[in-house]
């Protein structure tokens, strides 16, 4: 289907990262272009997994911050997303448009996993194990058990100015 981004208004959406092992060429591998990301988009699939196949789901093109930079003159820094990370972004081209990851929103301690499509999973998967120093997954400041640097760092607590 023809898409014509002048034309058919921009939709928004959240979806949700599939397994890493259903995308092991393109995220592992490296085989493909851009920063790309099989999602489970709220909306287009249900929550029911007997509905489509993880690896029958189309990718979303991850949009960088200028801050992230392009590539160019070796000015990158690489995307960080996991496999379960809920992300927001915007089809462009209507309802069929391309999916692009504008952001992601951070894990909480209050998340819970699970097996369905849409469900938040570990982001530890294929090659990336949990080991005594990488076991948090939140995203949230003071919480969790990974180490942290304590001197100079900065935390909800004393990231005001000095009185």
Same mark, same amino acid.
């Given at each position: 289907?023809?898409?014509?981004?002048?034309? @058919? &208004?921009? +939709?928004?959406?959240?979806?949700?990262?599939?397994?890493m092992d259903y995308q092991k060429e393109q995220v592992v591998q490296g085989i493909g272009w851009g920063w790309r990301y099989?999602?489970?988009?709220?909306? @287009? *699939?249900?929550n029911n997994n007997s509905d489509i196949l993880p690896e029958k789901?189309? *990718?979303?093109?991850? $949009? #960088?911050?200028?801050?992230a930079g392009s590539g160019g003159a070796g000015r990158r820094t690489p995307v960080l997303i996991s496999q379960g990370d809920k992300v927001f972004g915007i089809k462009l081209g209507g309802v069929d448009g391309i999916p692009i990851i504008l952001g992601t929103f951070p894990r909480t301690t209050d998340i819970? #996993? =699970? !097996?369905?499509?849409?469900d938040?999973? &570990? =982001? *530890?998967?294929?090659?990336l194990k949990r080991t005594s120093l990488l076991i948090e997954e939140t995203n949230e400041s003071c919480k969790?058990? !990974? $180490?942290?640097? &304590?001197? =100079? =760092?900065? +935390?909800? &607590? +004393?990231?005001a100015l000095p009185s």
């Open positions: 289907m023809f898409n014509n981004f002048s034309k @058919d &208004s921009p +939709n928004f959406f959240i979806g949700t990262v599939v397994e099989k999602i489970a988009i709220q909306g @287009d *699939y249900t789901i189309g *990718y979303g093109i991850c $949009l #960088l911050p200028t801050t819970e #996993l =699970g !097996t369905k499509i849409h938040c999973k &570990s =982001g *530890y998967g294929g090659n969790g058990n !990974t $180490l942290q640097c &304590s001197k =100079g =760092g900065a +935390n909800k &607590s +004393n990231r």
